[in-house]
């Protein structure tokens, strides 16, 4: 038991480091970037109070779950920004070298079932992780609409992109979220305010 | 249900704010305060990998909604140092009100539920509360005990001191996890390093 006890402690040690992996959006103050670990636990509490924007089928405690773990694998591979030139190929394959490394610090049950969640979670093919992405992917966008516009002015992105990158997935996982958001975005940008 | 959702959104904007709430204690890096957005994110990770600590009546999925909500009222009412000059019962005071506050921002039934599950895990009486008690105590000692004494140094912290603020409530919410931890306290402090 003590061994177990060690392995489990080594990775929370480890999974410190996600508080020091910046993502390219800012908080709505906008005073700094978000990091990955403030924003994990910012998703689920979105993931909670909207669980009612989510289908029948869908479990919120293992959505929150997925929350939990779905960002440790950037400790290793970074954060991909959304609206970034990344290499997605090249990235998938970091991020599942992450997920070995640092799920496998724990007792092989626990690496297992936690990488099989983060697996679920990127494939995006369930109610639950349909819904986790589509949670994943509105929280941005609402900080934002509130910080005059954020990563969409530094990497000058398009509504056209927004609906790509952003609708796609809400569409799919909550779509009343993105009848919420989207006229939102569309006053944004056609009150120009993404180019100022 | 517009309505509905402008009020979750509201509140979940609010508590962006406590990414800026900082805490006593810093990162195991040591190069900055915890805040306690991702304390909260950690804890809930403690809580899921420390699963197995917790006595069977204990049910998992409730203790990470507790501690995923547990500190939201610092947004109004600050973070209380454990081993600082506390009021506690004007800290008390004015926790109870910002729970008024800021889960009065959401639907009434979801203010409701919130605000009863955090009056539960402060009443730190049923089997959920006091694991995820003893989870919220667990995480301090062992980043302290990584960056060189943290908290403990600043605040001139004994190793009697520490028995009873953390040693109580880790024994009765998680045992197991007092026994890894205690002789490894004990260890650091009778090297003096907490007096470096």
Redesign the interface.
Known sequence: ??D??DA??A???E??????VLRASR???A?RH??S??H???I???A???A??AGPQVRI?RV??ML??HDIVEIDAGDAPIHGDVDHVAMARAEAEAARRLFGL?PAD?ADDFRTLWEEFEAAETPDALFAKAIDRF?TP??NL?NGGGTWTEYRVTLEQLDTRVGVPIRRGAP??WD?LQPRLAAFFSAGARSD
């Open positions: 038991m003590t177990r006890l489990q402690i990775f929370l040690k999974a410190d480091k996600l508080k020091s908080l709505i103050s005073d978000e990091n670990a403030e994990s636990w910012h689920m509490l979105h909670l109070v909207l009612d924007q405690d929150l779950r939990l773990l724990l626990q929280q609402v900080i509130e009343g979220l919420w």
